[in-house]
């Protein structure tokens, strides 16, 4: 049943992951993204690592889709022939496309994996991550919204730089 | 452990089919005596002045930027609300801490003037729009 399970995301993230890829169509490519991230989420889920398929359903599905989606929507007309993707430059690609390849299989074949059992009882992960925010990680946390304070800052000077021109 | 997400399951399932069974009960039950004025994109609303397929404004790439930024914040949130009683005061104070420097950023976008929404575009087209109306 667990493989079952596990086969069935992981087959909603490869499929749609090859439509990302494989589509003309830039906007069909965001819609796919849009399984490859739910599928994802799933294996994050059977992975027991409950928090980490939230924050991937609500950061990635929920603001980064969307993010995205309006890139596509002001950069072209959408429906036009100019946002078609094609192929071009080939050997450059699959250069990089073999060297990560390769590095992703050598790290894959030298990391120790320390497999649990899928019968071990894992306890809800978000609960623990809220006490160790607040105890003994509590330096990262806060420092994380000043990180966050940046990048509002940032994408505010970046977008409205005309108007502070003209105060 | 699986059997914890049996719920989310059920209300994906029920999603999926509520959609789908209303969708085709419509199609199959409706009566179908239709003519121009029910066919236009809005019914009562204003007639259709161009193609909807342009370019849409950069504010809402703008706002949609500033949406992701704070919702990263909810995640953080999420994790302290789960055991905000046992935290207490001390868990309170933190997050408080930690939500008074984002609301610096949130001034600062504000006294910028990123969540307002004029610009020469949006006036041209409400321009337009008003005449075909009239």
């Known amino acids: 049943m667990y493989d079952l399970i596990f086969y069935f995301f992981a087959l909603i993230t490869l499929g749609s992951g090859a439509v990302v890829v494989f589509s003309k169509n830039i906007i069909y490519s965001a819609f796919s993204l849009l399984f490859t991230f739910f599928g994802v989420a799933g294996i994050y889920v059977l992975l027991n690592a409950d928090f980490l398929a939230v924050t991937q359903l609500l950061i990635y599905v929920g603001g980064i889709l969307v993010l995205l989606l309006f890139g596509v929507m002001l950069t072209n007309k959408v429906i036009d022939v100019e946002l078609k993707t094609g192929t071009l430059q080939t050997v450059p690609a699959s250069m990089i496309v073999a060297a990560t390849a390769g590095v992703l299989c050598g790290v894959f074949y030298i990391t120790d994996w320390r497999i649990v059992p899928s019968t071990m009882e894992m306890n809800a992960t978000t609960a623990e991550l809220g006490n160790m925010f607040m105890t003994t990680w509590l330096l990262p946390f806060e420092i994380a919204s000043v990180v966050l304070l940046v990048a509002l800052v940032g994408a505010a000077m970046i977008a409205r730089k005309d108007k502070s021109m003209q105060n | ?134």
Do not use: C
């Open chain 2, 1 to 134: 452990m699986l059997e914890q997400y049996l719920p989310i399951g059920f209300m994906l399932l029920i999603g999926i089919g509520f959609g789908l069974v209303m969708g085709k009960v419509n199609e199959w039950f409706g009566p179908k005596n239709s003519n121009e004025i029910k066919l236009s994109t809005y019914e009562s609303g204003m007639p259709p002045v161009r193609s909807a397929h342009e370019r849409i404004s950069v504010k809402f790439y703008m706002v949609a930027m500033l949406f992701i930024l704070f919702d990263i914040e909810v995640v953080f949130l999420y994790p302290w609300a789960v055991n905000f009683r046992e935290l207490g005061w001390f868990g309170f104070v933190e997050m408080l801490v930690f939500i008074v420097i984002l609301m610096l950023g949130f001034l600062y976008v504000w006294k910028k003037g990123a969540l307002e929404w004029t610009g020469e575009r949006t006036k041209t087209n409400n321009s337009l729009l008003n005449k075909k109306v009239v």
